[in-house]
Every structure is written in structure tokens, then in C-alpha cells.
């Protein structure tokens, strides 16, 4: 990789690095943060590498924050097709050199699928006891949450001596000294520059009635127009109700027309937060990070952490098991979306099976966040020859997991059909015809993204546009086809991309009728080398409505074999869907 270099970076470099995490990691950020970091910190101590190729195209980048007492690493960060190439490890010694690792106490939050990492190969070993959620408020009713401030029978702010004030009405060692007591060490730059002083932010102090500082924090905008809260550090949840509800007050432009608001709690307080609003807000949990270090974790005061002050994020929560010697023993993953949440990759080695391990890890992604919701997942079925099972023809057989998923853990709602995995091997494009030759194949994201939205609603009648983006039009490793007719009416998308074999996996696939569906699978299968597609096989997750009719429709010119079957099953209800259009679902983690 020669033609990529490695530069310090600026402003607009991070505005470079939001833009593309938002894209493909869903990422979202306050691009004044940086100019929030200068003033904390000054050029020289916020370390920012950044990659780039010789004509200034962006790659990744990754920061370091070196503070006087320890060092932190943020917005480590590679767009997807530049990975696997030794980019990000160039970026992470580059921001943090051996010497100042060796010198500080380096800290960092880790998403889950990168914690492990982190630990075994970098040396962030020491964690703290509770995690970084990633929390969004919704439907937030300021009303009610001025009278729930009226109501409470403060504790730390006695009813009617509460009072909330200004920072610019507040002396500042004061408020420094109040930071100490969360933090336990003394951040004067940090309390003046990075909160005091922030011109794209508001503060807040509240008091009690002797004039004591008993919280404070922190609102601002993020790129995409929401506020988030932090810091917000609180001695009690009577302060934290105070705090938000004078902070939310200068955004009442905003919420009118996006009703969400961020916070980045300490795991610990979650529960007291969701408690405090309930009837006031739906509070959503998007994820979670490990906040780990690589010699202690330095002394803090978590019980008053409702808001840290700062972190990157994932959309979706993961959670693998680790032997204690480092190696993979199982996982299990759940997607919280708007109207529903998802669980899949949930998996444990044979031989560490009966240990309860999937059990624990199953319990991890099941947060309150994602049991309050209607919970769907694929339950597995294998495929069984005659001879084995002793019957007269090959079957499909459940697996065990099936009905423990439902008699157990509630997933009682079936849907009318089940997913067949179909294996696609001997193709042979010549013969893949089609009698309608009208239609126009045109690559997905050259075209409008709300017309392939528009189009996947109305098949999944979810929404899910931000992951549809990411995980499909926008996705570096995929190639993205979208039909159209000679009016300019899509009538079809469709996903294809390799595996990790290197064989091809179509989904989804969404057409209008058959005719549609052929011209996709051919456009979508010649679009890579022969060497692909006629050496490995091609796999698509089919529901069993369609199996039969795409097995006539490719007769003669492909074979077609029906390796395993998984059964969609849910908690509440199963989803409002058009399974007539539906040809290949998306993916075996979400439902279409």
C-alpha cells in the first residue's frame, strides 16, 4: 500500500471520518467536538493521524487524547474496503506510539466485537465494572416531564428550593471541584475549555438550597440535527430530572421535528433512567461499549455517571464468549430496530455445549431495551437423508431449539413459511432466460436511495432505513442492483456479495413477479468473474413459498439443492410483510 500515507489530521478530516463511519458503522457525531478537543487540550497533546491516499481521497484515522494523567484513544476508524490491510494498525501506532503507551495509562471504549481484540492483542485489560450504554430517548412529553419535576419529592433538591443555573452563573473551581468528585482528579482545562466555554453547547448547574453543587450537564447537536446530554453527573436522579428538563428547553426547535435525544450512561444508571421517564419517554438502548485500560482503571465515582462525557458507537449490540485462553467459544448477537428487535449468530462450540454458556450469552443481548420489543429470530432445521433417519425420503427435521424457543422463551409466533437455505451450484447463464426484455438493470446506488427505500418498505413494512443503507446500497463489499421499468417504476432490488469461503450470497431479492427475479439473479450473477460463480457454489435464503417456483424458473440452467431450513418465530406477533415479493430475505439476522 504504497500509494497510502499517513498525515496529521484537521478539522475537516474528522468531518471526513463522521461522514463515512455514519455510512457504513451508523456512527453519528458533533463535528464541533474537535474544535472542543483544541481548546481542551491544544495541537499538541490531541494526536490525530489520519490516512489518506497521495490524491487526498480519505481512509481511516484514529485519535488520541493525551491528557496529563492518562491518554485516550477515539474515532479510531477504516472505511470497509481499505480493512484487512494494515492501515488501522499504522494509524493506532501512529496516534499512540509505543513510548507514550509505555509512559500512560491508555483507555479506550471498545464496541463489543473489538473488546476482545483490544484485551488479548493491544493489552487493554483492566475493566470497569459497569458498560458505556448508548441510550435514546424518544417521544419524549416535555409536559409531563415538567409536572414529573413539580411532583418529585427531591432528596438533594428539596421541593421547591430546587435550582438550576447557567455555568456562566457558577464560579468556576467550584464546578472543578464538583467534577473531582466524579472523576477523582483535578480537570481544570477540561471543566473551562470543553464545558464551560463550548459555544455550540449548553450547561447547566444544579444546586441545592444551600448553594451546593450537586450536578451539572451538557447538551449539544449532533450531525444529524438531535441533541445529545453529556456529561451529565448527578448526585441523584432528582438532579438528573432537574438538569434534563432545563436542557432539553432550548431545544424545543429541534425536538419538534425529531422527538430523540442521546445519552451515554454508565450500564448502572440505566435502569434508574428508564424508571425516572417512564410514561415520559421510551427509552431505547441502541448498544454498549466496554470502557478498558491498559494498566488500572482509574478511580471514579459511577453511581453519579448518568451521562459520560464523550464516545463512538455502534448501532447494534454483540456479545461473543471467550475461552480464558483467548480462544472463540460461541457468540449470539440482537439488532434493536424501530419496531422490532432481531437475534442471530447465536452459536456455541459442540464440546462447550451444557455449560450454560449460551445461556449467559443469550441473557446478555436480551436487554430491556430488546425484550420490551417484539423480538424475532430463525430457528434452525437441518436436512436429513432417507437412509440415516430410516424413511422412505429425504426431510426436513427441527432441531431441538425450536420449540425450547417458543415452550421457554416465548417465541410462540410463527410465520406462514419458513426460510429454506437453497444451494445454487452449475449455472449456466446462457441458458437463464427471460421473455420480458424491457426492463432496465441499473446499479443501486446510482440511482435515487428513496427509490430503493421506498421499495424495500413497502415489501418488509419496517422501518429500517438507516440499516437498509448501510447494510445494502451503501455497502463496499456488495454489489447492488435495483429494476426498473421503461416508465421509471422500480419494480425490484436485489443484494449480491461473497462470503468468507468466496462463494456468492444473493439476498435480498425483491421483485414484482418471476420475469423480474430471473433478469436480477442473471444481472446480479454476471457481475462478477466465471471464476466465482462457476467454482463455488451460490446461496440464497428463499422463503419455502418461493423454493419450488425458483427451482422451475432456473430448470435446465442451474441446480438447485435445499440444504437446511430455519423457521422465523417471534415473541408478540409476527411482522406485516409481502411475502409474494419476497425471493431471497436480506440476511439470517433480520427477518425479510
Known sequence: MDDIVIVAGKKKDFIDAGKASGISEGWVMCYEDYDAYLSWLGADKLRHAVAKTKVGEFIGCCMCLNMDDM???????????????????????????????????????????????????????????????VIQLQEID???????????????????HCCVKDVSEIQIDKLVAYDESVYKSSRVSFVQNFIAKRRDAKCQIALDEQGSIVGYGCA????????????????????????I??????????????????????????PNI????????????????????????????ADKLYSVADLNVFPQIVVVNYCTDGDFVGSCMSLLFDDMAFVGLYFVLPQYRGRQIGTRLFSSVMTQSVSNANVGLHAGWFFCVAE????????????????????????????????????ISSVQLDKIKCANNTFKV??????????????????????????????????????????????????????????????????????????????????????????????????????????????????????????????????????EHDISRIYAITDLTVFV
Open 220 to 243: 449539544h447537536l449532533l450531525s444529524n440535527g438531535s441533541p445529545i446530554l453529556c456529561p451529565i453527573y448527578c448526585d441523584s436522579d432528582d438532579a438528573f430530572i432537574a438538569l
Open 388 to 423: 440415516e433417519m430410516h424413511r422412505t425420503s429425504s426431510s426436513f427435521v427441527a432441531l431441538k431449539m425450536s420449540p425450547t424457543y417458543d415452550r421457554i422463551l416465548g417465541f410462540s409466533h410463527y410465520a406462514e413459511w419458513t426460510t429454506d437455505i437453497v444451494q
Open 274 to 301: 428508564t424508571a425516572l421517564l417512564e410514561g415520559i419517554a421510551k427509552v431505547v438502548k441502541k448498544g454498549d461499549n466496554s470502557p478498558q485500560f491498559t494498566k488500572f482503571v482509574p478511580d471514579h465515582d
Open 142 to 160: 416535555i409536559t409531563k416531564l415538567k409536572t414529573s419535576l413539580k411532583q418529585l419529592p427531591f432528596t438533594a433538591l428539596p421541593k421547591g
Open 245 to 270: 428538563t432545563k436542557l432539553l428547553s432550548f431545544y424545543s426547535d429541534q425536538l419538534k421535528k425529531n422527538n430523540n435525544v442521546d445519552l451515554r450512561p454508565a450500564s448502572i444508571k440505566t
Open 442 to 575: 441499473e446499479n443501486a446506488h446510482e440511482t435515487p436511495f428513496s427509490e430503493s427505500f421506498g421499495y424495500e418498505r413497502s415489501i418488509s413494512k419496517s422501518s429500517r432505513e438507516k440499516f437498509f443503507q448501510i447494510t445494502s446500497v451503501c455497502r463496499d463489499d456488495a454489489i447492488c442492483k435495483a429494476v426498473f421499468t421503461e416508465a421509471g417504476k422500480i419494480i425490484g432490488f436485489g443484494r449480491a456479495r461473497l462470503s468468507l469461503i468466496g462463494s456468492l450470497i444473493l439476498g435480498p431479492l425483491y421483485c414484482d413477479d418471476d420475469d423480474i427475479f430471473v433478469v436480477l439473479f442473471k444481472s446480479l450473477i454476471e457481475s462478477y468473474p466465471d471464476s466465482v460463480w462457476k467454482s463455488t457454489n451460490t446461496l440464497m435464503r428463499s422463503p419455502s413459498a418461493k423454493t419450488s417456483r425458483i427451482r422451475q424458473l432456473l430448470s435446465g440452467a442451474a441446480e438447485i439443492t435445499e440444504v437446511s431450513r430455519l423457521q422465523p418465530q417471534f415473541t408478540k406477533f409476527v411482522p
Open 71 to 133: 491518554a485516550f484513544v477515539a474515532m479510531y476508524y477504516v472505511r470497509p474496503k481499505y480493512r484487512g490491510k494494515g492501515i488501522g494498525e499504522r494509524l493506532f501506532k501512529t496516534a499512540l506510539p509505543t513510548s507514550l503507551m509505555q509512559k500512560k495509562n491508555v483507555g479506550l471504549h471498545a464496541a463489543p466485537k473489538m473488546s476482545a481484540v483490544y484485551d488479548k492483542v493491544l493489552g487493554f485489560s483492566n475493566y470497569t465494572a459497569w458498560k458505556s450504554d
